[in-house]
């Protein structure tokens, strides 16, 4: 069965390093979307991709943030520069018909 | 805004008993309705869905019917068992003027443990 699969696994870094997450999709879904969960609460939106532009983002994503799909395979979320209060789980999402939303295992970024 | 209010949890059970997560929305319009799941140390799956009134979903043992009249999409399972343990999360996707690209908005979650 396909599904989305996400690396690193898990990620520190030192506060005001750029991050990049990686995510690959399930292959013929055309919808994206990156989520996280600050451990301990809510799984939050933080944007959308389609047609290779960013269809809806929340608050928290700001300029620190931005997405890329760059080879038609791979969907990126990049923290430019993190913040401590950036540590969380995020997850990847696809999906075929912008409904059903299958997710990825998570990477868990930890910033010092 | 859309919002997704579960009850508050831990939940402790034997084996065997009866599972009710109760969950209940706002949104405008007409949402989908979902129930994910977390087992520890994994992301999140898809349980089951709801995108109407009246429709119930159901996977593994598990129903939830979606109730329009009481904004109510609880989650049932009649008989758990230890491999259940695990966080279920109540979500919906609405649609804000006529458009949606699929934003899910999740309830806070509440974990299930269950005992042998």
């Known amino acids: 069965e396909p599904e989305v699969t996400q690396t690193p696994s898990h990620q520190v870094t030192q506060m005001g390093q750029e991050v990049i997450l990686r995510c690959v999709p399930i292959?013929?879904?055309?919808?994206f979307y990156w989520y996280r969960q600050i451990l301990g609460q809510k799984v939050e939106f933080l944007v959308s991709?389609?047609?290779?532009?960013?269809?809806?983002k929340s608050e928290i994503f700001d300029d620190q943030f931005s997405v890329e799909r760059p080879d038609g395979s791979n969907f990126t979320l990049k923290i430019r520069s993190t913040k401590l209060e950036d540590s969380a789980m995020y997850f990847c999402?696809?999906?075929?018909?912008?409904?059903?939303?299958?997710f990825g295992p998570g990477t868990r970024l930890l910033v010092l | 805004g859309n919002s997704v209010t579960q009850m508050e949890g831990p939940v402790t059970l034997s084996e065997e008993a009866f599972l009710t997560i109760n969950c209940t929305y706002t949104?405008?319009?007409?949402?989908?309705l979902f129930w994910y799941v977390q087992y520890p140390g994994e992301g999140l799956q898809l349980l089951l869905k709801?995108?109407?009134?009246?429709d119930k979903g159901s996977n593994k043992g598990f129903e939830a019917t979606y109730r329009k009249e009481t904004t109510s999409f609880h989650l049932e399972k009649g008989s758990v068992q230890v491999s259940d343990s695990a966080v279920y999360f109540c979500?919906?996707?609405?649609?804000?003027?006529?458009?949606?690209?699929?934003?899910?908005?999740f309830g806070q979650g509440t974990i299930l443990t269950v005992h042998p």
């Open positions: 292959s013929n879904h055309l919808y």
């Open positions: 979500a919906l996707v609405g649609v804000a003027g006529g458009t949606s690209y699929g934003k899910l908005t």
């Open positions: 949104a405008t319009g007409y949402p989908s």
């Open positions: 709801a995108t109407k009134a009246d």
């Open positions: 999402a696809s999906s075929e018909t912008k409904e059903t939303q299958y």
């Open positions: 991709f389609y047609n290779n532009e960013i269809s809806e």
